[in-house]
């Protein structure tokens, strides 16, 4: 049992590693959220190389341990998903402030032309008069 657990760690690590990369390439997650993904792919890593769990099998059964690892891993996914959607909102979030930023460019352009060409309407009225 106490091999199925270290296994088990390293093999949750390296897919999160994978994960990670994946999104990052496809710039689907956010640098930082990636970066806290890395460092916490790397925790059960280290824990399943550094542990040793000799005393586990003496308390916990094989049902715990499966159970453990369904949770842990329903949990990782979860949160997973979660900062992937996170970085979506924040993403969106960043091109509509960018997108009111030129339409607030564009509105100042429209009124300084406005009222130039008020100026000159009213410049040319006090002309014809």
Do not use: C
Request: aromatic residues 8%; proline residues 2%; without cysteine.
């Amino acid at each position: 049992m106490t091999l199925a657990v270290k296994v088990y760690l390293i093999i949750l690590g390296v897919s999160l590693i994978f994960a990670n990369l994946v999104t990052m390439g496809k710039r689907k997650m956010r640098p930082s959220f990636g970066v806290v993904w890395s460092v916490l792919a790397l925790l059960p890593i280290v824990a399943g190389i550094l542990l040793h769990m000799d005393v586990l099998e003496q308390y916990v059964s094989w049902t715990a341990v499966i159970a453990a690892f369904l949770g842990v891993t329903a949990l990782v996914i979860i949160f997973y998903i979660s900062s992937l959607q996170i970085s979506d909102l924040q993403n969106k979030t960043q091109e509509l402030f960018m997108q009111v930023v030129l339409l607030n460019e564009e509105n100042r352009r429209l009124r300084i032309s406005n009222e130039k060409r008020e100026d000159e309407e009213a410049q040319e009225r006090e002309k014809k008069q």
